[in-house]
C-alpha cells in the first residue's frame, strides 16, 4: 500500500541551526514526491517536488531534498532556519501530475532565539 | 503564482444543516479539482476529485450523499456538507490542477 511516514511529529530548532525533516514512502513505482509547507490559516505551498533525474532537488525558499531510493527517504533539509520558517511541513507522493496524492501526517516545526 | 480561494475561511452550524463551501481558481482554469478534509494535528485526506462538468469521483468510505459536490465551472466548486453533524467537524482543503496542484486556505467547519 502506498504510504507517506514522517518519523517526527514535530521539532524544534535554534534559529541559524540547520534543519532536516525526515520523510520516508512505500510506493509501488517510481514515485513523485513533493513537500509542501502550511502556515496557520493558509494553504500548502509546494517547496519543492521530484520527478525524475538529479536526486538533489532545489526548492523555494532556500530548502533542499534529497530522493535516496535504497532508503525510500525524501528528506527535506535547510542549512539556516530563519524564524519565519516556523510552519507544517507536509511530504507527500503522487502520481503524474500530483493526482492522487498521499500526505504523511506533518512535521511542525518550532524555530527558538 | 496561481490562487485558489476559498468561501467562507470559518463556519459554524448546527447539527442538521447543510452548509456549502466554494473553491474558486482566481487566474487559472481548473478542470479538476481536489476536496481534501484535515483532522487537528493529522495529515490531509483526499476525500473526493472533482471534474468539471461530470460527477465527482469520491475516495473509498466518503459518503457521496452527504458530501455533495459540483463542478459547474472551470473556475469553481463547491462542497455541500448535507445534515451536518458535530463529527463532521473539521479543517476542508481544497485544490485546484493547473500546472501544478494549487492549495486553497482551507475551511474551518463547526458544526454544534
Known amino acids: 500500500a502506498q504510504s507517506v511516514t514522517q518519523p517526527d511529529i514535530h521539532i524544534t530548532v535554534s534559529e541559524g541551526a540547520s534543519l532536516e525533516l525526515r520523510c520516508n514512502y512505500s510506493?509501488?513505482?517510481?514515485?513523485?514526491l513533493f513537500w509542501y509547507v502550511q502556515s496557520p490559516g493558509q494553504g500548502l505551498q509546494l517547496l519543492l517536488k521530484?520527478?525524475?533525474?538529479?536526486?538533489l532537488v532545489q526548492g523555494i525558499k532556500g530548502f533542499e531534498a534529497e530522493f535516496k531510493r535504497s532508503q525510500s527517504s525524501f528528506n527535506l533539509r535547510k542549512p539556516s532556519v530563519h524564524w519565519s520558517d516556523a510552519a507544517e511541513y507536509f511530504c507527500?507522493?503522487?502520481?503524474?501530475?500530483?493526482?492522487?496524492?498521499?500526505f504523511g501526517a506533518g512535521t511542525r516545526l518550532f524555530v527558538k532565539a | 503564482g496561481a490562487v485558489v480561494s476559498q468561501h467562507p475561511s470559518r463556519v459554524i452550524c448546527k447539527s442538521g444543516t447543510s452548509v456549502k463551501i466554494e473553491c474558486r481558481s482566481l487566474?487559472?482554469?481548473?478542470?479538476?479539482m481536489f476536496w481534501y478534509r484535515q483532522f487537528p494535528k493529522q495529515s490531509l485526506m483526499l476525500m473526493a476529485t472533482?471534474?468539471?462538468?461530470?460527477?465527482?469521483?469520491?475516495e473509498q468510505g466518503v459518503e457521496k450523499d452527504k458530501f455533495l459536490i459540483n463542478h459547474a465551472s472551470l473556475t469553481l466548486s463547491t462542497l455541500t456538507v448535507t445534515s451536518a453533524h458535530p463529527e463532521d467537524s473539521s479543517f476542508y482543503i481544497c485544490?485546484?490542477?493547473?500546472?501544478?496542484?494549487?492549495f486553497g486556505p482551507g475551511t474551518r467547519l463547526t458544526v454544534t
Open positions: 507527500a507522493v503522487g502520481n503524474t501530475g500530483g493526482f492522487k496524492t498521499i
Open positions: 521530484y520527478f525524475s533525474g538529479d536526486t
Open positions: 472533482s471534474n468539471e462538468g461530470s460527477k465527482a469521483t469520491y
Open positions: 487566474d487559472f482554469q481548473a478542470t479538476t
Open positions: 485544490s485546484a490542477l493547473g500546472s501544478e496542484q494549487y
Open positions: 510506493y509501488g513505482a517510481t514515485p513523485y
